[in-house]
């Protein structure tokens, strides 16, 4: 049955994170020296710090077992303590206060990827030809051939230096500044991941729209409102919801870069601070939410598609 | 009632309907007819003839980049100068249409339920109760059990998606129906039971049906009038009983006499020779004069008129626009006359060695679905059978019956799980054990033509360079052709077409180079998967022709894969009727198909001749 299913998809989910935090945790082992001048860092050796990493680490027991252990701990959401970005404070301190901002920022280019660039695509594959769809093609053609970074730096310019509507760096407090603040980087964000769904989402409509059954549907003298979004607008939905998964997570991967450009205290900003620090413990805490949220993106993904396709929900059903 | 119904006038009447391009090449010329209320007109011609275009021109609901100009009038509505707006409301409600290809026409993500609520008048949409007991009265109405309502389109087989689609078209009891080639992607006998209930419900309602199709047999087991169309234009419009006894122009006799028979073998298959022409090029001449034998200059001074010719015999007004029809009209009675009379001697079987033994053959998919459930499905079940040298072996059957599988076996294209297959003396049931010499000798053996010629040859490559490349591969083995000009020779076309790519063939001439790609080697063992099922009548029994001649000349044997009985009578001296996997009757042709045995076969045989029981209704 389908709840069978959706805990199946789970299950598998929780696998593939146990994998990542195996690989997360041999960084330690991995990263140059032993685990103990990794753990160590720049600070000074004192006898006492040696003997708190090691107990904190169980560095004296078989690797398997510090995993184990490690592994008991993050599971408790104890990360350890950073080294050296925020030397001392809890990594798990650190992922939250950071993780809200690259939340915000995502979410706020999700909303405008779906209220612009998703509605944009569909009408231009409906329209397909005429001047609407002319200008929304050429528009995603260049959006797609620009990198980001000089999409990002352009925008920066004419909006920030030039026109000064939006600020050019920092987080600013308050709803509305903070809404001020990650326009541009969340304009940058949309429009490239818009570009790619545009063109997507412009094929599937057009795609849709020549089908036999759109054909019939207008034959049978079904009302333009009914075809468009009974047939139309839910079959194009398919291949986009498929892609979706792809899309968020560009999504996720796009921020952390745009999070450098607009030098937001961001995950990503993090995660590239305490990589050139060699801040393991930093470095395991990101890594693995990072990876959680792509597991979970994915998840999301198949059970929506559960929800719109009866094709996948029938496999579901008689699989389980 | 209608007003055209209470009057007797024509409830559709047509009047030099144009369809053009928009850069103006004519596809469609000067298409004219009337069809009175509850009539049924079948509209045949070969592909390309012009008859989707028609009937979509009739509802307004032509393809993109295609206009249409001329007078239709639909029972007081101009079709051609109303607004898309002004029609809306006619559609479904005053005329409908069926589309070709019921896998296609339904919303995937729509249930049956659906599907037809939302087609039925307002007045029975609106309540839960009303609706769902209107939707089960419809279910009912095309055969379907009311559990289908709650089904997706892709848990219903093709005969049930068609009664579904017309269910849905004619929800709000429409006084046309337009079918075009509702049948043409089904299976044999489905075919038969879904043209019944188009035939059943046209009756019992009344109902104007223009039905298009490509096939005469069944343009005349349903039709009242029959209207043939050529290369865009319209040659004769008869009575359905007069176009079956005594066709009017040399087109329809040529289409009739290519039929292939059901009941008897036939020396020699009729065909008509040549192509057919653009219908741009055509409009000012007889379009058919390139490939008629009694063309004279007559015929190719001006458009030859669709003139009245009805004679006494005629339930009907008959059309025909042939100018010589009253000097050659006895000359066609004749050929008709003679055709009818001379059923042919099969020759008898060839009883040579046994080329390939196949033994309790069984082939078993196991899939692992995406959660790790293993399922099973068997498509091939303990098939036997010998095929001796220069015999030819047919294999009955529908879609899904194991036909293909069957070939792909041999062909080594697929392991079979289970039996043996033996080819000449070797083993070559799994043919990665073979050595690589031995393959090859395998492979020059066997080869296979293809039901899909434009998917079976390489588009980029030129005929002459694909025809080399199988013919260096065939290069040492005497019984291959040494030469592109005498392998072309071979399937009936000049050196010249050795310069042509594909894409510049007919399809019948495409079918020919694939025959000839697989001559190139010599084989002894041709596998023919639906040979001809994509071609149109007229070059179906040009390609039979070819095919029986090579047999004749090199001995070489043939599997016949088919559902066409009466491909399966012409060609083939033994048949299998193969049903689910499981061979369910064998025997030689002639017997097996005049007596059969088996409830199956009977089905068959009963169903292409047009006595299909009502009430048997398999994919119910
Ligand atoms: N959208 C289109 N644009 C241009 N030409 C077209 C278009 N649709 C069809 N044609 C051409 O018009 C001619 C008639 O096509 P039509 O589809 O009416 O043939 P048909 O008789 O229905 O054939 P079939 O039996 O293959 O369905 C063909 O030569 C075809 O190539
Ligand atoms: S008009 Fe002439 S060419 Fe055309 S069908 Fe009649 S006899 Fe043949
Ligand atoms: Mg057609």
Redesign the pocket.
């Known amino acids: 049955m389908i709840a069978v299913f959706v805990l199946k998809r789970i299950g598998a989910g929780v696998v593939l994170l146990l994998v990542l935090s195996f690989l997360v945790f041999s960084l330690l082992s991995l990263s140059p020296g032993t685990p103990l001048q990794a753990l160590l860092g720049t600070r000074t050796a004192s006898p006492e710090l040696i003997d708190s990493l090691n107990v904190r680490y169980h560095l004296n027991d078989p690797f398997v077992v510090q995993y184990g252990r490690w592994l008991g701990d993050v599971v408790r959401l104890d990360l350890g303590s950073s080294i050296s970005v925020q030397g001392g404070t809890a990594v798990g301190d650190i992922l939250g206060e950071r993780l809200a901002l690259t939340a915000e920022l995502a979410l706020y280019a999700l909303l405008l990827v779906l209220t612009v660039g998703l509605p944009l695509g569909m009408a231009a594959g409906i329209r397909r030809g005429r001047r609407l769809d002319r200008a929304v093609s050429l528009g995603a053609t260049m959006a797609i051939s620009a990198p980001a970074f000089v999409m990002a730096i352009v925008l920066l310019y004419i909006f920030g230096v030039a026109l000064k509507w939006f600020p050019v760096y920092g987080t600013g407090t308050g709803f509305t500044e903070r809404v001020s603040h990650l326009t541009l980087p969340a304009v940058t964000l949309a429009t490239v991941l818009s570009a790619v769904l545009i063109r997507q989402t412009r094929a599937a409509m057009m795609n849709v729209m020549s089908q036999d059954y759109v054909a019939f549907a207008r034959l049978r003298g079904l009302s333009p409102r009914r075809i468009l979004v009974r047939y139309a607008l839910r079959n194009a939905s398919l291949p986009v919801i498929t892609s979706l998964g792809l899309i968020l997570v560009s999504l996720l991967s796009s921020t952390l870069f745009i999070e450098q450009v607009f030098s937001l205290p961001g995950i990503g900003t993090l995660l590239l601070q305490a990589v050139t620090n060699t801040d393991v413990p930093v470095v395991q805490g990101t890594v693995l939410i990072l990876g959680a949220a792509v597991i979970l993106i994915n998840l999301a993904v198949d059970l929506l598609s559960l929800v719109v396709d009866p094709r996948v929900r029938l496999v579901a059903k008689e699989g389980a | 009632m209608s007003p055209a119904a209470a009057t007797d006038g024509p409830l559709l009447s047509v009047r030099d309907l144009e369809?053009r391009?928009a850069a103006g090449?004519t596809?469609?010329h000067k298409a004219s007819f009337d069809l009175k209320a509850g009539e049924v007109l079948g509209i045949v011609?070969?592909?390309?003839?012009?008859?989707?275009?028609?009937a979509r021109a009739l509802v307004q609901a032509l393809?993109?980049?295609?206009v249409a100009d001329g007078d239709i009038d639909f029972d007081g509505t101009k079709i051609l100068q109303s607004s898309a707006r002004d029609l809306r409301p006619l559609r479904g409600s005053r005329f409908a249409m069926v589309l070709?290809d019921p896998f296609t026409a339904l919303n995937p993500l729509q249930t049956v339920h659906e599907h037809i609520r939302e087609s039925l008048d307002p007045k029975f949409r609106a309540g839960r109760v009303t609706a769902r007991a209107e939707v089960e009265r419809r279910l009912a109405e095309v055969g379907l059990a009311k559990e289908v309502a709650d089904r997706y389109p892709f848990q219903l087989s093709g005969g049930m998606r068609q009664r579904v689609v017309i269910a849905a078209a004619l929800a709000r009891d429409p006084q046309l129906l337009i079918a075009?080639?509702p049948t043409t992607a089904l299976d044999a006998s489905t075919q038969a039971q879904v043209l019944d209930l188009l035939r059943t419900l046209q009756r019992e309602r009344g109902m104007a049906l223009i039905l298009?199709t490509?096939d005469l047999r069944v343009a005349f087991s349903v039709s009242d009038s029959i209207m043939v169309?050529y290369s865009?234009t319209v040659l004769e419009h008869a009575p359905a009983s007069s176009m079956s006894a005594a066709p009017r122009h040399p087109y329809s006799l040529g289409l009739l006499l290519a039929e292939p028979s059901v009941t008897h073998y036939q020396d020699t298959l009729s065909f008509i020779p040549g192509q057919v022409p653009?219908?741009d090029t055509v409009t000012s001449r007889c379009a058919f004069a390139d490939r008629c034998r009694w063309s004279t200059p007559s015929c190719t001074d001006k458009a030859p008129p669709l003139a009245d010719i009805t004679r006494v015999e005629d339930a009907a007004r008959h059309t025909s626009a042939c100018v010589r029809i009253a000097e050659i009209g006895a000359q066609m009675d004749d050929a008709m006359r003679s055709h009818a009379a001379r059923p042919g001697i099969a020759p008898t079987p060839t009883t040579g060695a046994p080329l390939l033994q196949v033994t309790d053959l069984g082939k078993t998919y196991r899939s692992n679905s995406l959660l790790g459930r293993r399922t099973q499905t068997t498509v091939l079940k303990g098939v036997s059978f010998t095929l001796a040298r220069g015999e030819s072996l047919g294999l009955l059957g529908e879609t899904g019956s194991g036909k293909t599988t069957t070939a792909r076996c041999i062909l080594g294209l697929t392991a079979a799980t289970a039996g043996s297959i033996e080819l000449d003396g070797v083993d070559i049931t799994d043919y990665r054990r073979l050595r690589g010499e031995q393959r090859a000798q395998v492979r020059g053996k066997v080869q296979v033509v293809f039901q899909d010629p434009y998917a079976s040859l390489n588009p980029s490559l030129t005929v002459g360079a694909a025809l080399s490349e199988a013919l260096s591969a065939g290069a040492g083995n005497e019984r291959a052709p040494s030469s592109l000009e005498e392998l072309l020779g071979l399937v009936g076309l000049s050196s010249s077409y050795a310069v042509r790519k594909p894409s510049a063939l007919s399809g019948g001439e495409r079918q020919r180079v694939a025959i000839a790609r697989s001559l190139a080697v010599g084989p002894e063992l041709l596998i023919c998967d639906e040979p001809v099922a994509a071609l149109d009548v007229s070059v179906q029994a040009q390609v039979l022709e070819l095919l029986r001649d090579i047999r004749s000349r090199f001995k070489t044997s043939m599997l016949f894969i088919t559902h066409d009985l009466s491909v399966a009578r012409q060609m083939t001296d033994r048949t299998l009727v193969l049903r689910g996997g499981e061979v369910v009757e064998a025997g030689p042709t002639a017997q097996l198909l005049d007596a059969p045995e088996h409830a199956y076969t009977q089905s068959l045989v009963a169903a292409v001749s047009g006595h299909a029981p009502v009430t048997a209704r398999s994919d119910r």
Do not use: C, N, W, Y
């Not at chain 2, 011609?45 to 028609?54: A, D, F, R």
């Not at chain 2, 393809?63 to 295609?66: C, D, L, M, N, R």
């Open positions: 369809v391009t090449r596809l469609v011609g070969e592909s390309g003839s012009g008859k989707t275009l028609t393809p993109e980049g295609v070709q075009d080639e298009i490509h169309m865009g653009a219908a």
